[in-house]
Antibody
Framework: QVQLVESGGGLVRPGGSLRLSCAASGFPFPDFYMSWIRQAPGRGLEWVSYISSTSYVDYADSVKGRFTISRDNARNSLYLQMNSLRVEDTAVYYC???????????WGQGTMVTVSS | EIVLTQSPATLSLSPGERATLSCRASQSVSSYLVWYQQKPGQAPRLLIYDASNRATGIPARFSGSGSGTDFTLTISSLEPEDFAVYYCQQRSNWPFVYTFGQGTKLEIK
């Protein structure tokens, strides 16, 4: 069964750091590009970052220089290191698999990140 | 940066009716347009990719069309489980970025 399970969310103060993890199973993880997408409460979807199968990365301008995406193919895991967090980073963070035509074809259930003093 | 504009913001229909959702791009995205469905408290689900290809397991009542700047998601006969929020999305190559529309909420009339 193809599955993505995020973890690591929580409450953090502005300026703080958090590391999200995404455990993949049921498919050959090293062969796939992966992505992080977030959704602020009551808002739409916002792409955050992506990493290729060879670890080429890119970021949305809103997180560039603060967030770092990485992967551990041996552990079938995707990560998002979030530094210098801001109130506006508060959201549910989803990891997703990049499938055919670069569509996001498998999504995790999401993990909530709340940045508040 | 390409902007996707979805219309209407909210669509009120009854089960059995036909739904037509629109997504307009600020410049051509060729056929690189994707549709997702999201229900409350759930992750989005891929429906359509490359404008008109149904994803695995998606019922035939869902269809996508369009190219260039104007795209449509059609649900031929609404089932109760189809009431949700629908997002369109495109991907730019340089710079690499995924862009989502603001969503259309399909609600029961």
């Amino acid at each position: 069964q193809v599955q993505l399970v995020e973890s690591g969310g929580g409450l953090v103060r502005p300026g703080g750091s958090l590391r999200l993890s995404c455990a993949a199973s049921g498919f050959p993880f090293p062969d796939f590009y992966m992505s992080w997408i977030r959704q602020a409460p009551g808002r739409g979807l916002e792409w955050v970052s992506y990493i290729s199968s060879t670890s080429y990365v890119d970021y949305a301008d809103s997180v560039k220089g603060r967030f770092t995406i990485s992967r551990d193919n041996a552990r079938n895991s995707l990560y998002l290191q979030m530094n210098s967090l801001r109130v506006e980073d508060t959201a549910v963070y989803y990891c997703a698999r990049v499938g055919a035509a670069y569509a996001l074809d498998v999504w995790g259930q999401g993990t909530m990140v709340t940045v508040s003093s | 940066e390409i902007v996707l504009t979805q219309s209407p913001a909210t669509l009120s229909l009854s089960p059995g009716e036909r739904a037509t959702l629109s997504c307009r791009a600020s410049q051509s995205v060729s056929s690189y347009l994707v549709w997702y469905q999201q229900k409350p408290g759930q992750a989005p689900r891929l429906l359509i990719y490359d404008a008109s290809n149904r994803a695995t397991g998606i019922p035939a009542r869902f269809s996508g069309s369009g190219s260039g700047t104007d795209f449509t998601l059609t649900i031929s006969s609404l089932e109760p489980e189809d009431f949700a929020v629908y997002y369109c999305q495109q991907r730019s190559n340089w710079p690499f970025v995924y862009t989502f529309g603001q969503g259309t909420k399909l609600e029961i009339k």
